[in-house]
Structure formats: C-alpha cells, structure tokens
C-alpha cells in the first residue's frame, strides 16, 4: 500500500517484531525532522486545544521523546507515565494489555492536579492510552484526549477518549 503523507518515507517498517506477525514502525528517523514533527503533531489537535492543556502525560518510552519535544515548543510540563518500578512513591498503577502480552504502568500520585492531554508514539490495540488515562483519573487529573503520531485503526475500537493523529496506516 502506498502511504500519501511523506512521514512514511521516513518511518521504517520492520517485520515480525519485537514477536512474530507484528509490524513495527520504527520513528526515530523522524527525529532527524524536529520541526516538521512538531508542526504535524500541533496540527493534528482542534484549534486552541493546545491552550487549554495544562500538562503533557507521556508514556514510556518514545512517547517521552514526542512529549518533550512539543513540551520545549509549548512549554507545557511533562508528567511522565512509566513501567512499573521506575518512580519513586507514592504512584497509582495499573495494568494493560498489549498486541504482544501484558505490561504495568505508574504514575506519580501526588503531582499537582491539571488538565492533560496524553501524548504517545503509536496508537495500536489502545491499550496503553486507556491504562494512561485511568491512571491520570486516579491520579485526579482531566483528562483532554491523546495525542499520537501514528494511529493503526485497524487494531483497535473505540478507546474512550477524543484522540488526534498525525497520520494512520490507512492515509
């Protein structure tokens, strides 16, 4: 299939990872793109959007990358949603499924309270972004919408939420 947004020349694809019958599209050359990857992701929300979210929640671990990036450009804060283990208490956590298995996220529980949008990499099964936002209520955040580069509609049904993608594997 031939992809129209030039993003797609960009990203590599690279079959059967990390497990057999999973596609994984490789972004990290589109850092060599910073300022059209910002402008695409800014773009992709509704106008004005931007200027309500307080914070960006982002997601371990190349949704951090995406995340800091906009952060640098918005000055929005970073909360950072990560693998079980990784901060310090107190956290909520919670856990999720994966295409390829299952895996435990954590968030700080004592940040300030705030308006947040999610912000991650791919949008695939949606699991990721679901366990994000629950983990943002719990942790007594409003959560916004997600925000993602790629996202595979194909793989997942409604996530329940309001999300915003640069691109989808049907563009």
Not at 90 to 117: C, F, N, W
């Amino acid at each position: 299939m031939k992809h129209s947004h030039p993003f797609w020349q960009i990203i590599r694809t690279v079959p059967n990872f990390p497990k057999a019958d999973i596609d994984f599209y490789d972004i990290t050359p589109l850092l060599w793109h910073v300022d059209e990857l910002i402008n695409e992701l800014l773009n992709a929300l509704p106008d004005g959007m931007i200027d309500e979210v307080e914070c960006l929640a982002t997601t371990e671990a190349r949704g951090f990358v995406i995340g800091s990036l906009l952060s640098g450009r918005t000055g929005k804060p970073l909360l950072l949603i990560r693998k079980a283990g990784k901060l310090p208490p107190p956290v909520h956590r919670q856990s999720y499924d994966l295409e390829y298995g299952t895996d435990t996220l954590e968030i700080k529980a004592d940040a300030p309270k705030s308006k947040v949008l999610l912000v991650d990499d791919v949008l695939a099964t949606g699991g990721t972004l679901k366990a994000s936002k629950l983990l943002c209520e719990q942790a007594g955040h409003e959560v916004l919408g997600a925000l993602v580069l790629l996202d595979l509609p194909k793989l997942h049904s409604d996530i329940g939420m309001d999300t915003y993608a640069v691109m989808n594997d049907v563009d």
